[in-house]
């Protein structure tokens, strides 16, 4: 299926999350998709406003409605992780890669750490597939324990993450699998803090393709659901991006990673430079929330937007 970006929509995008000049118009390879993960992930913050924020209180998964929302009004929006994500397949395959969307199990937390069963769909990956058959798992939207880069897939590679934790993908079935082989085993994203950690297995997913019906299903869920996490708290992760210097001989050739993150949950922000989370602010009322949006985030709402969440669980009030 081809994409829904013309050229002009991906350089405009490229522009948007300032991918360096000497990538834009590169064909695709692996050194393009880390690039294009970095500068994604620290421009498009994971956020669930469109939820809290809207009269409607309904997210709209139109390619060309997400493309206006986050790159053309620049607003510093993002979008939940089907937002995100699918905007971000749509320009993965518009540049040449051979990318689609594929569903996932997401266990919830307690305490911050993830427990209990894998539930129903309710979180998206892309699947890319180069030409030598390799395959990587690309996530960028799904917060604040999320790949800070694509993956491999590839069973108990480790790869170093954020700060001292670190990320893999084993094979392996979650408990309530009733049918058991070789083929039935998923992929199973897990992190740890540092080395000495044990690991926290975080969602699974079997890699099979799904379609837009298929997240049209997932999105109305999450959108009406009494039971669904994403209505009871307003959310923002925005990963944070520098400029590092990586010294090849007598050259030196500019690159950029990922050094710490921000996050706001309800009316509490906090930030992690690569250590310990701290919190920088606590808001007592809307004012106050929509202006730290802005401050911490970059996030400017609409008053149309701001009078959205009138009335609604999460108004501070």
């Known amino acids: 299926m081809e994409s829904a970006y013309d050229r002009q929509q991906v350089q405009q995008y490229f522009e948007y999350v300032?991918?360096?000049?000497?990538?834009?118009g590169e064909p695709p390879s692996l050194v393009l998709l880390k690039a294009l993960h970095i500068h994604t992930l620290s421009t498009l913050p994971y956020e669930n406003l469109s939820i809290h924020y809207n009269p409607a209180h309904q997210i709209e998964l139109d390619p060309q409605r997400l493309f206006q929302k986050m790159v053309v009004e620049a607003r510093g929006t993002g979008g939940f992780c089907m937002e995100i994500a699918i905007l971000y397949n749509h320009v993965l395959r518009a540049v040449g890669f051979d990318a689609y969307t594929a569903g996932v199990r997401t266990r919830g937390r307690l305490d911050g750490v993830p427990h209990g069963e894998y539930p129903g769909w309710n979180h998206i990956i892309n699947i890319v597939t180069f030409p030598d058959g390799s395959k990587y798992h690309v996530d960028v939207a799904f917060g604040g324990d999320g790949a800070t880069m694509p993956m491999p897939l590839i069973d108990g590679l480790i790869h170093p993450n954020l700060g001292t934790q670190h990320i893999r993908l084993v094979r392996d079935w979650v408990p309530r699998q009733v049918h058991r082989s070789e083929e039935t085993k998923l992929w199973i994203y897990q992190y740890r803090n540092r080395e000495d950690a044990e690991w926290n297995s975080y969602y699974s997913f079997p890699g099979i393709e799904f379609m837009d019906h298929d997240w049209g299903v997932v999105n109305w869920w999450i959108n009406t659901n009494p039971d669904s996490h994403q209505r009871k708290n307003a959310l923002v992760i925005k990963f944070l991006r520098r400029r590092k210097e990586i010294e090849h001989g007598a050259q030196a050739s500019e690159d950029y990673e990922i050094y710490g993150k921000r996050m706001l949950v309800n009316e509490v922000f906090k930030e992690n430079l690569g250590g310990k989370t701290q919190v920088i602010a606590i808001c007592k009322s809307e004012n106050e929330r929509c202006s730290a949006l802005e401050q911490y985030f970059g996030i400017r709402l609409s008053e149309d937007e701001k009078e959205?969440?009138?009335?609604?669980?999460?108004e501070l009030v």
């Open 308 to 314: 959205g969440i009138r009335g609604y669980i999460t």
């Open 18 to 24: 300032g991918l360096p000049q000497h990538l834009r």
